[in-house]
């Protein structure tokens, strides 16, 4: 049976989990780190809903983070640490935005601006994609989630699926265009 | 993504398989011909690259918005870490349920009540995708947690009778079938599932088992497997049993 905790994994088998999208892994890390900024927020002129937006955008940074390489977390208190700071430097410049766009001003914070105003388009961008995704047939948005998320092998999927590997890479290619042309009619 | 690029399946597989460095020597080869003649390689390379990254991040995001569900807005029995002031309110309402339910008489209507009360369906497995390796259990648990207790019998049955000892599966089929409203079932599997000492799912297993016996109104297997259970909510009902 899987174990919530990740406390005791190793650093390479928790980069591999992140790298990997491993359940036990999000959800420990969610689970463990959520109620601490929940609670800073909460403390800092925000609320519950704003809490659970502003950490989940600060998940998927960390996330992309340690996928990418751009930070290596020697254990899980330290991948703890990080997403609790990545999601205060986001409530931070959540706050600033705000009395900026108040200000009507120019001047050093418009980096953080900037930033924000990049967050949006991905979320956007997340938004279109979602409803591009939604118009796919069933199999096509399991395929393509086992794929990408779940990171089962080709052959593996021609298995789940009954297919040859070959009709496997098919389908994935098929279901790819069909999200690319709903985006891009 | 504006420009209407037409990316074949040969292109993709090669682009794919150079953000995963792992193209072939072959593959390669075709990579950098592919870079040198089509001039809008680099823009398929891109688009390709920002559609499956963008295609992930959603996915992580969906993810979570069900982990921050399950953990943090649903109920979820199984959590040691459910507050104890949530068990106090519980216990108290349960309580009150109990006095009034003293007032409308009738035992077997009573246990039927106090069944209800204490009956929360299973969460599933937070963790779930990673607990084995079989896609037909995940296909399963996905149903199970959307409450499509038909649909995931179908796949754990079949996976039951290939391991008819497995006391995760028997567990959950149990699970299933309670839902369903099929007792005798369900009784019959979480026996099976309380008798084994080392399945981690023997205490869910008994204590969804006494809960069954008290809804039959078999009054003293329920209080025998309550009383050797150690979960506050245990002695809870027992004690309102007794009284």
Not at chain 2, 99 to 127: C, H, M, R, V
Request: hydrophobic share 40%; aromatic share 10%; glycine share 4%.
């Amino acid at each position: 049976m899987p174990k919530d905790s990740i406390n005791q994994l190793s650093q390479e088998e928790l980069i591999r989990g992140i790298k990997e999208n491993e359940r036990r892994v999000m959800s420990s890390l969610y689970i463990d780190v959520f109620p601490k900024v929940k609670s800073y927020i909460i403390q800092n002129n925000g609320d519950e809903d704003q809490a659970k937006d502003i950490f989940q955008e600060a998940f998927l940074v960390a996330w992309q983070k340690v996928k990418e390489g751009e930070f290596l977390p020697q254990n899980s208190t330290a991948m703890q640490g990080f997403l609790f700071q990545v999601s205060k430097n986001k409530w931070l410049d959540w706050l600033r935005s705000s009395r900026f766009k108040k200000e009507s001003s120019l001047g050093a914070i418009s980096i953080e601006v900037a930033d924000a105003e990049e967050e949006f388009l991905l979320d956007e961008r997340l938004s279109m994609l979602d409803r591009a995704f939604q118009q796919l047939g069933e199999s096509c948005q399991e395929l393509l989630k086992l794929f990408y998320f779940k990171k089962m092998s080709l052959d593996k999927l021609a298995q789940s699926f009954g297919w040859t590997p070959k009709t496997a890479k098919n389908n994935k290619y098929r279901c790819m265009e069909s999200l690319r042309k709903i985006i891009n009619p | 993504m504006s420009k209407d690029l037409h990316i074949t399946p040969l292109e993709y597989e090669l682009i794919e398989a150079w953000l995963d460095e792992s193209l072939s020597s072959e593959q390669e080869k075709v990579f950098q011909d592919l870079k040198k003649e089509d001039s809008d390689w680099s823009l398929k390379v891109k688009e390709v690259k920002a559609l499956r990254e963008d295609l992930e991040s959603l996915l992580v995001k969906n993810e979570l918005e069900k982990i921050h569900e399950e953990a943090f807005a649903g109920t979820n029995p199984r959590t040691a870490t459910f507050s104890r002031w949530i068990w106090a309110v519980a216990a108290s309402v349960a309580l009150i349920l109990v006095a009034w339910w003293g007032f409308q008489g009738g035992f077997q209507d009573s246990n039927q009540k106090l069944f209800e009360a204490y009956y929360e369906t299973d969460p599933g497995l937070i963790t779930a995708m990673s607990g084995t390796d079989s896609y037909e259990f995940d296909r399963g648990m996905v149903d199970f947690k959307e409450g499509k207790y038909q649909e995931a019998l179908a796949q754990w049955e079949l996976l039951l009778k290939e391991n008819p000892a497995d006391d995760t599966l028997l567990y959950f089929v149990a699970m299933a079938h309670l839902e369903m409203e099929n007792y005798p079932l369900s009784q019959e599997l979480l026996k099976q599932v309380a008798d084994e000492d080392s399945s981690e799912f023997k205490e869910d297993a008994s204590w969804y088992l006494a809960l069954i016996y008290l809804k039959k109104g078999e009054m003293e297997e329920a209080k025998l497997i309550l009383s050797n259970l150690a979960k506050p909510e245990a002695q809870e009902l027992l004690q309102k049993i007794q009284e």
